[in-house]
Nanobody, 117 residues
């Protein structure tokens, strides 16, 4: 499982950085990503990036506000979130996949991000 951490309560317009430890089979990781699930909603993709650092992709709702990055030496993935909005409130999960043809998995418990208005 990938362990996400760093969530918390922040006011609208604020910033937060959440982290994820890509332990275990890091050497077989093709890409990693951040996903979130808000109250009563399905899990959605927020941002993904290849383990080599190429091809970052973002959901339209977070483009220009969120930045995904990874540190191979530390086996860590980060999500810098700026200009947070109440609709960003969700449990954030990190996941990985072993190839471009596989699904994201290795979900851990996630980290709660709450944005107050």
């Amino acid at each position: 499982q990938l362990q996400a951490s760093g969530g918390g309560l922040v006011q609208a317009g604020g910033s937060l950085r959440i982290s994820c430890e890509v332990s275990g089979r890091a050497y077989t990781t093709y890409s990693v990503g951040w996903f979130r699930q808000g109250p009563g909603k399905a899990r959605e993709s927020v941002a993904t990036i290849s383990w080599s650092g190429r091809n970052p992709n973002y959901a339209d709702s977070v483009k220009g506000r969120f930045t995904i990055s990874r540190d191979i030496a530390k086996n860590m993935v980060y999500l810098q979130m700026n200009d947070l909005k109440p609709e960003d409130t969700a449990i954030y999960y990190c996941g990985r996949r072993g190839s471009s043809h596989s699904s994201y998995g290795d979900w851990g418990p996630g980290t709660q991000v709450t944005v107050s208005s």
